[in-house]
Nanobody, 120 residues
Framework: VQLQASGGGLVQAGGSLRLSCAAS????????MGWFRQAPGKELEFVAI????????VYADSVKGRFTISRDNAKNTVYLQMNDLKPEDTAVYYC??????????????WGQGTLVTVSS
């Protein structure tokens, strides 16, 4: 499956953004979908994951209560609604398709990344 992430941008602290990740291929609904991020000088880190049907989600503690992951299998798209953004959320955000896991090793397909910058 091929993935295309979008929706990043510059936002002030406390603001909101919604990221989208559009997938091509007929097998989108068979994959768990995840969002990961990489801040400057840091390693790629888990943000959120949603199961293939959308019934189960897991969030990193740092975003719990502020971010919401969702998916629309009819549109082959997964979303990340980000509210109450903080400067420490600044990173390149990547979507991935794979197993229901928080490990990057379990994701075989990745989008190109979309930059989110949160100003204080």
């Amino acid at each position: 499956v091929q993935l295309q992430a979008s929706g990043g941008g510059l936002v002030q602290a406390g603001g909101s953004l919604r990221l989208s990740c559009a997938a091509s291929g007929r097998t989108f609904s068979s994959y768990a979908m995840g969002w990961f991020r990489q801040a400057p000088g840091k390693e790629l880190e888990f943000v959120a994951i949603i199961s293939w049907r959308g019934g189960s989600t897991v969030y990193a503690d740092s975003v719990k209560g502020r971010f919401t992951i969702s998916r629309d299998n009819a549109k082959n798209t997964v979303y990340l609604q980000m509210n109450d953004l903080k400067p420490e959320d600044t990173a390149v955000y990547y979507c991935g398709a794979g197993r229901y896991s928080i490990s990057t090793n379990d994701f075989g397909s990745w989008g190109q990344g979309t930059l989110v910058t949160v100003s204080s």
